[in-house]
């Protein structure tokens, strides 16, 4: 919520260096609150043999690679494409992902009561959200509309697509811990692999899609990824389905 908007700020003012500045200020701040704070905790043993991922845990790792792979088809542009519908630079960018990260917070909280009670099946919505918040910026982005369109479209978006995105965070994995078993650690580790897996994904696939269609061409990109992450919600809705019809 923090990081990115300093970051962007240290850029326009002093140059797109100083970001890198922030960022390993912010590090090592972490690393004395760690030092200071982190109890040190004997690691739980760990059961020999290899772990072997299930159909479904596979398909939730591959939603949270989905989830983040469509969003930073946008968020690795963000700068410019904010730039573009609105003309602010700088400050205005960085009020923009204030508000990104204040809806990413409201995400977390709508995904814990999704976890809460409708499980896995609530992956399908929250893809659908993802999808239609990226939508929205299409056309003012291939258009030329008022100023004030272009606004409301942003804030559309903001209230939508990062909301439902960092929404599936705990839904998957409170799935995955009710499903992986013995492998649980393995594979919630591997789910924070598939954030960042993700991340660099969508910037390739938005950065290969503005090269060829413009800065609309990214959040259609991302859409597109969402739908994606759609069909492998459903398809675990259907799986899951099935299980508790043989039961």
């Not at 946008?74 to 960018?93: F, M, Q, W």
């Not at 409301?152 to 965070?169: E, I, Y």
């Not at 995955?176 to 994904?201: C, D, E, I, K, R």
């Amino acid at each position: 919520m923090l990081g990115m908007p300093a970051g962007s700020l240290a850029g326009d003012w002093l140059g797109w260096r100083a970001s890198f500045g922030v960022a390993a200020l912010a590090s090592a701040v972490a690393l004395v609150l760690v030092w200071r704070n982190v109890p040190d905790i004997a690691a739980q043993p760990v059961p020999k043999g290899s772990a072997r991922l299930d159909a479904r845990s596979t398909g939730l790792l591959a939603s949270t690679y989905l989830a983040f792979g469509a969003m930073f088809c946008l968020v690795g542009y963000i700068g410019p494409v904010v730039t573009s519908l609105t003309g602010g630079t700088g400050t205005h960018v960085a009020l923009f992902q204030v508000g990104v990260g204040l809806s990413c917070l409201a995400g977390l909280t709508l995904g814990a009561r999704i976890a809460a009670t409708l499980g896995g099946r609530g992956l399908a919505w929250l893809f659908a959200g993802i999808a239609l918040g990226l939508a929205v910026l299409v056309p003012p982005l291939s258009t030329n509309p008022p100023l004030l369109v272009n606004i409301l479209a942003l804030v559309v978006s903001v209230a939508l697509a990062p909301v439902c995105q960092f929404a599936t965070a705990p839904v998957v994995q409170g799935s995955l811990a009710a499903t992986a078993g013995p492998s649980t650690t393995f594979v919630l580790t591997l789910n924070s692999s598939m954030v960042y897996l993700g991340q660099g994904t969508g910037v390739l696939l938005g950065g290969t899609a503005i090269s060829f269609g413009g800065y609309a061409a990214a959040p259609l990109t991302g859409a597109f990824v969402a739908l994606l992450g759609l069909v492998v919600a459903v398809a675990l809705r259907s799986g899951s389905a099935r299980s508790l019809s043989r039961t």
